[in-house]
């Protein structure tokens, strides 16, 4: 009996003890921790993305090339819409019920319990006349969102543009990216997507049952600030880059000026280019389609995906290689008379020129091409025929030391490498010992299969300013408040030529633009030493000039090249001189040789675009054309002229049509 009695006080102690801590529990839950309420509550609670505004980028003087503005995003969750007047709601942001449908079939797809995009980038003025009548609109909500502007529309292809992301893109973002948020697609914008963004934060609002907010949650305690982006400083001079544009206005090409004593870009012109306002804003899409089909290709960054050959702008490069390699030196001569003989090719200098006897720095002045063949083929065929692969991939070696055939690791997405080629690419072409200096010899002469980028011909000529090293291009200088010395932009590249060999070179670089072939674009007391290029391609030559300047501790190095325009003198050179000038004394004076810039501003070099047809549209376009013809004949009483002529055995149509003093 007794332990029967102990058993139940037992058993009551446990469940007096239970209930003791349950209470305790609930008192605890309930007083003293609100976070149970919270969750409890959390079905009234609208979490709200709050989006930082990205980080401005400013040229190397402070200003502002890109800023934000702000718009409006509407967003809708699917299950929380109650009946309302659609057609009302369509007429307020401007679009029609069946893109309505379309959209709200798109957001119930994504998820009917959460906030989707619905419209975006609506301006103040037209979210204002919204957001009198949102509480018509349930489940429906206007949300705040900063934008890209650019004050001066310059620099499209550097600053690149922001889009909205992409589901694959938010499945590696680790949760910060949502659907309709934007994300760097190009230029800066991608390169520096994780330091401009900032970061996002969150403001919890409390909403009735329609949806209408009721102020902030638990006073703001759960809310987190968003933090915007940093600001990054550019190397480019706004000035300068304004220059370049409009003087590269309506032609296609590319200009790359570079500090030489730091590798720091000063000037990065893409042409044609675009206003980047366009790429923002309620018409956004619709201008991408435009220029996304415009034939010129805006979108191309002509500067680092442009391929070119470097022409004649390549032979100071070639001559350095050839003294480093003791087969020529400054005093070798050759004798030129109008033609280079390769073998059984006889390769013309330019129009046919005769330069007589030439040095090494009149070969460069005059742009001798029988004197750069005629190094070319001693640096190929030193070792003799036999060892033609050999030779050449020395001299492969040396000029991918300038930063040819490979990326220079700019701090922009999607650089190209132009192309070098390799003794294995002429063995495939011709066959293992079946090519010698005669067959590649254009390549002496920067033709052939070379090709060079814009970036990589200007780094060329800061190597040259250097005497004989560079510094990595880079665009980016300061992220906030702290200068960027990375590693990589403060080693000098070595080119593997003694510093002693590049005066003779520069000596003719000078006579370029003193008395040579660029004499037109010299600029009054300053020291300009450049070389132009006449590149030959498939249609009209590209023109190209590149140079630095001053000769004495040199301030900027440029490339310059015009698609299909001609003479390296006669556009590029020009160009180039008033960007120099701009630069070095922030103005421009009038030339001796008497051009101006308006008058390559105003200048249209477009070249027309050839649209390709297949044989079978050929076939088509041939027989409507008869048929119009026909027709044309026809209506202008041609039959009874047919029939006449064709007694005197001329063509009735030819012959009605044929001027009477052609005869």
């Known amino acids: 009996m007794n332990q029967f009695f102990e058993r139940r006080y037992v058993i009551g102690g446990i469940f007096i003890t239970i209930m003791l801590i349950l209470l305790a529990r609930l008192f605890y839950i309930q007083i003293i921790d609100d976070k149970y309420a919270l969750y409890a509550t959390k079905n009234v609670i609208r979490r709200i993305i709050q989006y930082p505004a990205r980080g401005p980028i400013l040229d190397r003087n402070g200003r502002v090339l890109v800023s934000n503005d702000l718009v409006y995003d509407i967003t809708v969750i699917p299950k929380e819409v109650k009946p309302f ?117 969150v403001e919890n609002k409390m909403v009735d049952s329609r949806g209408v907010q009721k102020g902030s949650y638990a006073n703001g305690a759960y809310d987190t600030l968003a933090v915007p982006g940093e600001r990054l400083t550019s190397s480019l001079d706004l000035k300068l880059q304004k220059l370049g544009e409009k003087l590269m206005r309506n032609k296609v090409g590319s200009i790359v000026a570079i500090e030489p004593s730091t590798g720091e870009i000063l000037a990065f012109v893409s042409s044609p280019g675009y206003d980047p306002n366009l790429l923002v804003g309620h018409e956004r899409g619709t201008n991408y389609n435009i220029l996304a089909n415009n034939p010129y290709k805006p979108f191309l960054v002509r500067p680092i995906q442009a391929n070119y050959p470097p022409g004649s702008s390549f032979k100071p490069l070639s001559a350095l290689i050839a003294i480093q390699e003791g087969v020529i030196t400054p005093q070798t001569t050759y004798y030129c008379p109008g033609y280079y003989q390769a073998g059984n090719r006889r390769i013309p200098c330019f129009h046919n020129e005769r330069h007589g006897l030439v040095t090494l720095s009149s070969a460069v002045a005059e742009s001798c091409n029988g004197y750069f063949d005629m190094v070319f083929e001693k640096l190929i065929n030193r070792n003799g025929p036999k060892q033609t692969d050999t030779s050449f991939t020395i001299w492969r070696n040396n000029v991918a030391k300038f930063g040819l055939g490979g990326r220079l690791d700019l701090d922009l997405p999607a650089e190209g490498p132009g192309y070098l080629p390799k003794a294995s690419f002429y063995d495939k072409l011709y066959r293992r010992g079946g090519w010698r200096s005669s067959t590649v010899i254009s390549l002496g002469i920067g033709q052939g299969e070379l090709q060079a980028t814009p970036l990589q011909l200007a780094n060329i000529e800061a190597t040259i300013a250097n005497h004989g090293f560079y510094y990595k291009p880079h665009l980016i200088k300061a992220i906030g408040n702290k200068q960027i010395v990375k590693q990589e932009y403060t080693v000098k590249n070595y080119v593997g030529v003694d510093a002693q060999y590049f005066e003779p070179v520069i000596d003719g670089m000078q006579r370029v633009v003193d008395a040579g072939t660029a004499a037109g674009s010299k600029i009054p007391g300053i020291i300009m030493c450049g070389k132009t290029g006449t590149a030959q391609t498939h249609g009209k030559d590209n023109s190209v000039f590149v140079a630095f300047a001053p000769r004495e501790n040199p301030k900027i190095a440029i490339a310059v090249v015009v698609e299909n325009s001609g003479q390296g003198a006669t556009w590029a050179a020009p160009i180039a001189s008033f960007i120099v000038e701009k630069y070095l004394r922030d103005s421009i004076t009038r030339r001796p040789s008497g051009i101006e810039p308006e008058y390559f501003m105003n200048a249209n070099l477009l070249p027309e675009i050839v649209i390709k047809t297949s044989p079978a549209q050929k076939a088509k376009a041939d027989s409507l054309k008869k048929l119009k013809t026909d027709s044309i004949r026809k209506k202008a009483g041609f039959k009874s002229a047919a029939k006449k002529n064709k007694a005197a055995g001329t063509p009735g149509f030819l012959a009605a049509i044929k001027p009477k003093d052609d005869e």
């Open 85 to 201: 007047d659609t057609l009302e709601f369509c007429k307020l942001i401007g679009i029609d019920k069946a893109e309505f449908d379309k959209r709200f079939a798109k957001a119930i797809k994504y998820s009917p319990n959460l906030s989707s995009p619905f419209e975006k980038q609506l301006s103040p003025q037209l979210t204002a006349s919204l957001q009198e009548r949102l509480s018509e609109f349930q489940g429906f909500s206007v949300q705040p969102h900063p934008i890209r502007t650019y004050p001066d529309s310059v620099a499209a292809q550097f600053l690149g543009y922001i889009g909205e992301v992409s589901t694959d893109k938010i499945a590696k973002s680790g949760g910060y990216y949502r659907l309709g948020d934007y994300i760097g697609i190009s230029g800066v914008e991608k390169a520096y997507e994780d330091v401009l963004r900032g970061r996002q934060g």
